[in-house]
């Protein structure tokens, strides 16, 4: 068991020093609903690759991560309505984040369904819009 724990921190630690990359592509912002002056940390989208990559991370906020890790937390509304902006971005992770977000309240929230509606994602990335862990 201390062998996976020691693989975990590892892991975690490479995901840790992709933050000044993840800090100047995001110009300090949370990539999905944009605040600053916050604190950020990267996120990894799953299905995370072998080695930790930075094209496959976000930098969040503390509020998004928690609600974006864990979908116990997760609140549908207004706050994310950010999302029919973030959705455009050139970064293929953020725009996998923000429809995976989107489709978890799109029963509840008009703006959500009707922004899926609208979208296009290039097949590769919609692919991985479908897939989590």
Known sequence: MA????????RLAIIAALGKELARRSRSRCELCEASGVKLSAFEVPPAPKIPEVDRCVF??????????????????ERWRCLTQTVWSEVPAVQVMAVRQMRRQADSQDWAREALEEIYLDPEVEEWAGVEE
């Open 60 to 77: 969040l906020c503390e509020t998004c991560r928690e609600q974006v890790a864990d979908s116990r937390r997760f609140q549908p509304g």
């Open 3 to 10: 062998k996976g724990y020691e693989v975990n921190q590892e």
